[in-house]
C-alpha cells in the first residue's frame, strides 16, 4: 500500500509554469507505475500523464503533450509534473495515482487528496 501526498498547485497566469510534486510513502514505491490525473469544475477526472517504474518511459494526454512533463525521482518517492504554457483550460485539481498499468489511461487504486491549479486569462 502506498499514501501520496501532491503539493505545489496554485494560480498562475496564462503562459505560466508550475511543477507539482507526490510525495509518496511506503518502501514499495518504485514498484508502482504513477500517474497524474485532473478534474475540472462540472466534468470527469481525466488522464494526464503516466511514468514507468524505473522512470524511463513516459505518456500524456494529447491536450497537454508538448507542455507537461512527468517525471520521478524514486530515492525521494516522489514524482513531479512540471506543467508549462499553462492555459485557462488546464484549470482543475490535479490529483497522484499510483499503480495504474502502463499505457493504460485507466487509474490504479491509490489516489492522493488532489492540489488546486487555477490558470487565470
Known amino acids: 500500500q502506498v499514501q501520496l501526498v501532491e503539493s505545489g498547485g496554485g494560480v498562475v497566469q496564462a503562459g505560466g509554469s508550475l511543477r507539482l510534486s507526490c510525495a509518496a510513502s511506503?518502501?514499495?514505491?518504485?514498484?508502482?507505475?504513477m500517474g497524474w490525473f485532473r478534474q475540472a469544475p462540472g466534468k470527469e477526472r481525466e488522464f494526464v500523464a503516466t511514468?514507468?517504474?524505473?522512470?524511463?518511459?513516459?505518456n500524456y494526454a494529447d491536450s497537454v503533450k508538448g507542455r507537461f512533463t512527468i517525471s520521478r525521482d524514486n530515492a525521494k518517492n516522489t514524482v513531479y509534473l512540471q506543467m508549462n504554457s499553462l492555459k485557462p483550460e488546464d484549470t482543475a485539481v490535479y490529483y497522484c495515482?499510483?499503480?495504474?498499468?502502463?499505457?493504460?489511461?485507466?487509474?490504479?487504486?491509490?489516489w492522493g487528496q488532489g492540489t488546486q491549479v487555477t490558470v487565470s486569462s
Open positions: 511514468i514507468s517504474w524505473s522512470g524511463g518511459r513516459s
Open positions: 511506503g518502501r514499495t514505491f518504485t514498484s508502482y507505475v
Open positions: 495515482n499510483a499503480g495504474l498499468t502502463y499505457g493504460s489511461s485507466s487509474p490504479g487504486s491509490y
